[in-house]
């Protein structure tokens, strides 16, 4: 019933850039909160950060004044821009969203994930 794809992943040097999208589609009525996960190989997958439908944004310490989330209401879309990357950001990056189906029904949506490695 929705799908989410998300695209922007790759190999970056230390210091460098990346910019994730994730991008919602289907039988979708309206998107609430989006956000961006990690999952770093045998660790824990962690919130990055979220936004609500209104742009009010929340983000994991470690990534605080490096990374930004955005999103476009009327594209279903979010998302991560990752500014002065480090080793430790290292991981698969996964989106989510609350949804509200045509349907009315409501779900919780994972799109498969992004690599995303910075090395040098």
């Known amino acids: 019933q929705v799908q989410v794809v998300e695209s922007g992943g790759g190999l970056v040097q230390p210091g460098g850039s990346l910019r994730l999208s994730c991008a919602a589609s289907g039988s979708i009525f309206r998107i609430y909160a989006m956000g961006w996960y990690r999952q770093a190989p045998g660790k824990q997958r962690e919130l990055v950060a979220n936004?609500?439908?209104?742009?009010?944004?929340n983000y994991v310490d470690s990534v605080k004044g490096r990374f930004t989330i955005s999103r476009d209401n009327a594209k279903n879309t979010v998302y991560l821009q990752m500014n002065s990357l480090k080793p430790e950001d290292t991981a698969v990056y996964f989106c989510?969203?609350?949804?509200?189906?045509?349907?009315?029904?409501?779900?919780?949506?994972w799109g498969q994930g992004t690599q995303v490695t910075v090395s040098s």
């Open positions: 936004i609500s439908r209104g742009g009010s944004t």
């Open positions: 989510n969203a609350d949804v509200r189906l045509v349907s009315m029904q409501t779900g919780n949506y």
